[in-house]
């Protein structure tokens, strides 16, 4: 009696709503022809039905004078479901009008102020009644109207509400009441009422006697004139693992009554199985206990903030960049060399001496007159790389140069064998000397200790962990899940935090946050091993297609790259100054540029910036939208790659070539926080 009223309020109120429309909806009337819009009711809660209403009224007159049907231009909805209700016409015999109104039904997933751009209708009307007559077209448009969508309240919200919202009922069957132990059957709920069946959420079933495993979801949906509604059923694979007697426990779900503006509890009734013996040996009770009791260990200690990400400081940039400077002036700037020019003529041993101080200053950067006391100008150029003999011999010859400038008598001869001999021994310099190349060099060796790890101890994140593994070992598996989520908050470059917060998730039968977990800590420690057997576990595959992670840190292959840069820059200088062929260090840049890509790739692989891990199944819609047609339901943990975003819907990619659409809210993003 209760439902039967409630349909006759529903067709009559909404009914009335749209007679009373307020003068200012009405657009304009033009030859007579009125056309309008509405929305009731105009306060909604989210998951609650707005319908929206055009209502077109035109003279029979008027009518008949048409040629040709109206156009109507329905208004685009944004950021909402649109389902489409049956369209009616009725005659007003008292002003002889006919009525059309077009209705929509409307459904929201955010609060918030919702409107609705106004319509458009266009007819034309012959401007006499000859056959020939020209038409005028004539252009009306509706008002733009609005609603509001609030949360429902949380004063006497259940703690398993998941959203539902509307008037549903529910039963539940299976497809074979005398199952084997060992042998699957299929159990089935049907939620069937008034609402957007699309928008039911997937209920938890747990049967202490048996495996539950979550299969598929199907739709149905009802357009009543005023109404939205229909039924949708969610399937569960059940393997009974004890024999006997059984029954499947009545199943509620709670759903949220707008009229009622209550919460209500939706039940379906017991089960009764007769499950004959099977193949499978049923575990008894403390078996069980020992089984659960072989529970994963965790990380025992914070593993600090990791080095897998390539740092984005632009120190990186500026040592690359600043790599082939030196070269690069040494090509383009000739060196201040006090070379003999063709018409030059050097008398006497001092320019001997010149030619030499010159010489020197410019292949090694040492002030002669800065090493007058004896054996420190072979010193300062050993530093510099000169042989011993070499530096000897530049000494000697300079004081031979200052003897014979003190000496008495001609010196033509010997001031020529002075200059061949300082050529000769410049040009020795010139092959052995080497400038200061230790800073690029101490830059490449100093990388690692750059980059490594940083110690970071911080009361809250040890706390959390420290709490998560209290939580663990007293087997409170969800409390330790929640500790250590609240732990990768604050240290989400923790390794070990998203190790233990996978393996915490898993204890407590959440698998597709426990692949979360492990999938960020691999990521941030691709050579883990342990967290490679870890997701080995999963049923959903995680060592190909977009799961896969490679065993290399970027960190290690960009600081390998940045090197062999520095040292091939540095080798193509030392061989520009020496005259020698510099063909070596392109076998130093070559695999250089190769590696830094390599380490992009790696970065960018590792940053995970468009993966997302399934974390409800549900079946992948062919458009952005739950009434669109069903497709492969993929598995919970599985790591899809997400190719568009359209609103509160991704389109992903999954490894085997399945594609499509899912809600944002069943997915949990992969990327770096």
């Known amino acids: 009696m209760r439902l039967v009223m409630r349909r006759v309020v529903r067709a009559v109120i909404p009914a009335a709503l749209l007679a009373l429309v307020p003068a200012g909806v009405h657009a304009q009337a033009t030859e007579r022809v009125g056309f309008s819009a509405s929305v009731a009711p105009d306060t909604i809660y989210v998951g609650q039905q707005a319908t929206y209403a055009l209502t077109v009224r035109i003279p029979v007159d008027i009518r008949q004078r048409l040629r040709r049907n109206p156009e109507f231009v329905p208004p685009e909805p944004r950021a909402m479901l649109a389902y489409e209700l049956p369209l009616s016409r009725s005659t007003n015999a008292a002003d002889a009008t006919e009525i059309h109104t077009f209705r929509r039904a409307l459904f929201v997933l955010t609060p918030g102020r919702y409107p609705i751009p106004a319509a458009r209708l266009s007819y034309a009307l ?63 709920l049907r939620l069937a009422g008034e609402g957007n069946p699309t928008l039911l959420p997937r209920p938890v079933v747990t049967i202490p006697w048996a495996d539950v495993v979550p299969q598929g979801e199907s739709v149905v949906l009802e357009a009543a004139p005023l109404m939205l509604g229909g039924a949708k059923e969610f399937s569960w694979l059940i393997t009974p693992r004890e024999q006997g007697a059984q029954s499947i426990a009545s199943i509620g779900y709670s759903f949220f009554d707008p009229d009622g503006r209550a919460y209500a509890l939706a039940r379906t009734d017991p089960v009764p199985l007769r499950v004959r013996p099977g193949t499978l040996v049923a575990v008894p009770p403390r078996a069980a206990a020992l089984r659960d009791a072989a529970v994963i260990p965790l990380r025992p200690e914070l593993a600090g903030p990791a080095r897998s990400q390539i740092p984005a400081a632009l120190w990186w940039m500026w040592i690359a960049l600043l790599a082939p400077v030196p070269w690069v002036l040494q090509r383009l700037m000739p060196r201040m060399l006090a070379r003999r020019t063709p018409g030059e003529v050097i008398q006497g041993p001092r320019s001997a001496r010149a030619l030499l101080e010159r010489g020197l200053r410019a ?50 001869d010997t001031s020529q064998a002075a200059r061949e001999r300082a050529e000769s021994v410049l040009a020795l310099i010139e092959r052995e000397a080497r400038r200061r190349t230790l800073p690029l060099l101490l830059v490449a060796l100093v990388l690692g200790t750059a980059c490594a790890p940083t110690s970071r101890d911080d009361t809250e994140t040890l706390l959390a962990f420290s709490q998560g593994h209290t939580a663990y070992v007293g087997r409170d598996y969800t409390v330790a899940r929640n500790a250590f989520a609240r732990a990768v908050r604050v240290a989400p470059r923790d390794a070990a935090v998203w190790a ?61 790259a940045l090197t062999l840069w520095l ?91 399945r594609e499509g659409w899912i809600p944002a809210e069943r997915t949990r993003a992969l990327a770096r926080d």
């Open 363 to 412: 292949r090694t950067g040492v002030e002669v007159a800065d090493h007058t006391t004896p054996g420190t100008l072979a010193a300062a150029l050993r530093i510099e790389g000169v042989t011993t003999e070499t530096a000897h011999a530049a000494e000697q010859l300079r004081d031979a140069c200052d003897a014979q400038a003190f000496a008495k008598g001609d010196r033509r």
């Open 126 to 188: 012959p401007q006499s009644a000859s056959f020939f007559s020209r038409e005028d077209e004539r252009v009306l448009r509706s008002a733009a109207t609005s609603f509001v969508a609030i949360d429902p309240p949380t004063r006497g919200r259940p703690a398993d509400w998941l959203g539902a919202v509307g008037v549903w009922r529910a039963s539940a069957r299976v497809d074979r009441a005398d199952p084997r132990v060992g042998d699957p059957i299929v159990l089935t």
């Open 500 to 560: 233990n917060l996978g393996t915490a998730s898993w204890a407590a039968g959440d698998t597709a946050m426990a692949v979360v977990g492990w999938q960020k800590a691999l990521r941030l420690a691709p050579r883990d091993d342990a967290t490679r057997q870890l997701l080995a576990r999963v049923r959903a595959p995680q060592h190909r297609g977009a799961a896969r992670v490679w065993p290399v840190e970027p960190v290690v292959v960009a600081a390998l």
């Open 567 to 657: 040292f091939g820059w540095g080798w193509a200088f030392l061989s520009t100054r020496r005259g020698a062929r510099a063909s070596f260090a392109s076998v130093l840049l070559v695999p250089a540029l190769v590696l830094a890509s390599l380490a992009v790739f790696l970065d960018l692989t590792a940053a995970a910036r468009d993966l997302t891990v399934v974390m409800q199944p549900t079946p992948l819609r062919a458009l952005p939208a739950l009434g669109a047609d069903p497709g492969a339901v993929p598995l919970a943990g599985e790591v899809a790659k997400i190719v568009e975003r359209r609103g509160v819907w991704l389109r992903v990619s999954l490894d085997g070539g």
